[in-house]
């Protein structure tokens, strides 16, 4: 994507607790969940994407999944794989 010329990527992490959102989002949420994805496997992505991606990267998660994870360790772990904003939908 980078090498097409986008200017920014968004990641999502998954959540378990989807209720009215589109069903695709639902879809692909579930596929994650079952594939047993955590925010820290989504940190350790960004981690190896960072060694090579210069493009800006965005989170996207809810409240509560940034609250599991505790917001100054989320907070951190953005800081230091260079993620430039986040997302939190309501």
């Not at 959540?15 to 596929?31: G, P, T």
């Not at 940190?43 to 599991?68: N, P």
Request: net charge negative; glycine share 6%.
């Amino acid at each position: 994507m980078e090498q097409a010329g986008v200017d920014m990527i968004e990641i999502g992490i998954p959540y378990d607790r989807l209720e009215k959102v589109e069903s695709d989002i639902i879809d692909s949420n579930q596929r994650a969940l079952n594939a047993g994805t955590t925010v820290e496997e989504v940190f350790q992505m960004i981690a190896d994407l960072r060694k090579s991606l210069r493009v800006s990267l965005v989170l996207r998660a809810y409240t509560q999944t940034i609250e599991d994870y505790g917001i100054s360790k989320f907070m951190r772990k953005c800081k230091e794989y260079s993620v430039e904003g986040v997302v939190v939908p309501n």
